[in-house]
């Protein structure tokens, strides 16, 4: 793979995995969940995608509409009568959250067998920038990255709602104190973020192969990536998507057998983070949490 | 004569006054017995080999709960013992072809020795990050072992493995005899009451309470080493033997599901108790074990039936029938949700009752304390 190549895929690859991330961060800043199903609902959306322009023939503008509502419902209704019930006993919650990714894994196996999908570009062919071929796919999905974290950034500044999400994860029992409840905060934050986790499976769809076991490699990156960039930091969660992509795909062009060892060193990057810094590259040290 | 009889008196008067009032001790005893005659009156292999593998999975889910439950140090990646264990026993027999009794205990050994050495990072971690550090370590290894496919044959895994014993009843005594002499180690090595062994008491406080179980003079780092080697050594028991009964050994020994399954039998059984991923393996593993069976029962049971809804019904079941991975994680986040304390403390709870003056256990359904005699009404 030439240098090109490399730099291409991991801004692809980080693009994505930061929309997953920022997610998964966020729901942890405002409520300290480590909510590990939230890759299935990047796997789910890749389906959705999947079962509405294949199976049901619709164009690719109206499954995103279709998709991206009926994922984040699905993941409020799962965070509103699962994890919200059990979210006081953090290690309670990180075992039906995996419990969770089976049964969404187990589900997808009857309803749609375990065969590998494909779903077609959304903009087939390629385009020439800086004399690099570039797929237009991967422009597509840049783009939709960068408006996304775009917004999502907006959000959190600019806006009412923003500034609400920000004083819960800073303090919640304080901003209880100032008239914003918690758990609703919570819920709204959950939406933002599961949306964001269906925008990246939509995006990613065309590119993956889709099987129903698909969700492994994602959720261990988003876990690589939070505790590298520190949990509940936003701006930790981009900078470790990006690194992390490109590590990844450093290993796989690099090594011989790479495909299979990338897990192993990315991983072994967040073991090493864990071991040297657990607060991350941004984080905060929760000091319940460090002895 | 004499001699003979005063030396069971000690294990008699036990049996009569400790194990006989207390329904939770007496249906141990008898499971235990059971599950020692059970050859004598099956000897499908089928079936025995079903029997077989839980045994080596109650040592698994123990160990697990001495680890997790007790100590309180989540290990949400068990399965690095457990598979580094089989796959260390399986190539010294597949490259010096020495036979199980040596394999083994260098294999578990071995794993042991590893599991420690990687714990070590783990000690200052707690909580959320402990769990996940230790999720990675299993899937890391899982990587290396699928790349070096010359070596550990890939996704394949190593096949042909010779058995622990001739026949699969020899096979059967010599699991159940591992796991009851694991179980009954780890039983005493968590009693938190025992008056020769101190771990038990601080497990508990090592769970409850850090910082206060420091202060108070115990070397914690010292019992949470401890504690990974317990649980690390007996999981790689488990994890040892399980190649050698089945035949071969593949990458699923370390995936993520071989972790979790650990976790899901011990928190359906209960938490924190011997007995309860005892049970929680041998209610959930036949589940997962007979699940084509169970499926044949509703296959025949269709063949005959006229009403619409009933067929419906069957059909429904027949499907959920071949997938037990979603029985399995749908009753665990139902147990999550409305029983938390696990299945077997909530039965224990109902047949059994702690007498409120001398905190004696006595069956539920008696009027007054069987030593001192206080009502209990």
Redesign the interface.
């Known amino acids: 793979m030439s240098l090109d190549l490399v730099i291409v895929y991991s801004l692809v690859n980080g693009g994505v995995y930061a929309l997953l991330s920022v997610g998964f961060s966020l729901i942890f800043g405002v409520g300290r969940v480590l909510n590990l199903s939230h890759a299935a609902f990047l796997m789910l959306a890749s389906y959705s995608m999947w079962f509405f322009t294949r199976q049901q023939g619709l164009g690719v503008i109206e499954s995103i509409a279709i998709t991206v509502p009926a994922i984040t419902l699905l993941g409020l209704l799962v965070y509103r009568f699962l994890i919200d019930r059990i979210r006081e006993h953090p290690t309670a919650v990180l075992l039906l959250t995996i419990a969770l990714l089976l049964i969404f894994e187990q589900v997808l196996f009857m309803s749609f067998g375990g065969h590998v999908r494909t779903v077609e570009l959304f903009i087939p062919g390629y385009s020439v920038i800086l004399g690099i071929k570039v797929l237009n796919q991967h422009l597509v999905i840049l783009g939709i990255v960068a408006v996304a974290i775009t917004v999502t950034q907006l959000l959190l500044t600019k806006t009412k709602l923003g500034i609400t999400i920000r004083a819960v994860a800073n303090d919640a029992e304080v901003a209880n104190l100032m008239g914003i409840s918690a758990s609703r905060t919570l819920l709204i934050t959950t939406g933002v973020a599961t949306a964001l986790a269906a925008v990246a499976g939509i995006s990613m769809a065309p590119l993956w192969t889709l099987t129903p076991t698909m969700w492994g490699s994602p959720m261990l990156m988003m876990m690589v990536i939070v505790i590298l960039g520190g949990l509940g930091s936003i701006k930790g969660s981009i900078i470790g998507a990006f690194i992390i992509g490109f590590v990844q795909i450093l290993v796989v062009a690099l090594l011989p057998g790479g495909g299979y060892l990338n897990l192993t060193f990315v991983l072994l990057a967040m073991v090493i983070v864990l071991i040297v810094r657990p607060e991350g590259l941004f984080g905060t040290v929760f000091e319940e949490e460090r002895l | 004569m004499s001699f003979i009889i005063s030396l069971l008196r000690r294990p008699l008067n036990d049996f009569r006054w400790g194990v006989l009032p207390v329904p939770g001790r007496f249906i141990a005893i008898i499971f235990f017995i059971a599950l020692f005659i059970i050859p004598l009156i099956m000897d499908h292999p089928y079936y025995l080999r079903m029997f077989m593998y839980a045994n080596l999975f109650v040592i698994f889910a123990v160990s697990w709960d001495l680890l997790s439950g007790y100590t309180g140090q989540?290990n949400?990646g068990h399965a690095l013992f457990f598979g580094v264990a089989g796959y260390g026993s399986a190539l010294l027999y597949k490259y010096f072809g020495w036979q199980p009794a040596q394999t083994i205990p260098i294999a578990v050994l071995g794993a042991t020795l590893l599991g420690v050495v990687l714990c070590f990072?783990a000690l200052?971690?707690?909580?959320?990050?402990l769990?996940?550090?230790t999720?990675?370590?299993p899937?890391?290894?899982l990587?290396?072992v699928?790349?070096l496919r010359d070596v550990t044959g890939g996704e394949y895994g190593i096949r042909l493995l010779p058995g622990l014993a001739a026949t699969v009843t020899g096979e059967y005594y010599i699991c159940l005899l591992v796991m009851t002499v694991s179980v009954l180690i780890m039983w005493k090595l968590t009693d938190a009451q025992s008056r020769y062994v101190r771990t038990g008491l601080i497990f508990h406080a090592i769970r409850e309470d850090?910082?206060a179980a420091r202060a108070s003079g115990i070397n914690t780092i010292r019992y949470k080493i401890l504690a990974f080697a317990i649980g690390g050594l007996f999981a790689a028991i488990a994890g040892a033997l399980y190649p050698h009964v089945r035949g071969t050994i593949g990458p699923t020994s370390l995936a993520?599901?071989t972790s979790?399954l650990a976790?899901?039998w011990t928190?359906f059984g209960g938490i924190v108790s011997i007995y309860g991923p005892v049970v929680g393996v041998y209610t959930l593993y036949p589940l997962v074990y007979l699940s084509l069976d169970i499926k044949q029962l509703f296959v025949r049971a269709l063949t005959g039936v006229q009403s619409a809804p009933l067929a419906g019904f069957l059909r429904v079941m027949q499907?959920l029938a071949?997938?037990p991975?979603?029985i399995?994680?749908?009753i665990?986040?139902l147990v999550?949700?409305f029983m938390?304390e696990g299945l077997a403390v909530r039965i224990r709870d109902k047949i059994e009752r702690e007498c409120p003056r001398c905190k004696l256990t006595n069956a539920a359904w008696r009027r007054e304390c069987r030593a001192c005699s206080a009502s209990l009404r």
Request: glycine letters at 4%.
């Open positions: 989540v949400f990072p200052r971690l707690r909580g959320s990050y769990a996940l550090y999720l990675a370590l899937i890391m290894l990587g290396v699928i790349a850090e910082i993520l599901t979790f976790v899901i928190i499907t071949e997938r991975y979603l399995l994680a749908v665990v986040i999550l949700l938390p």
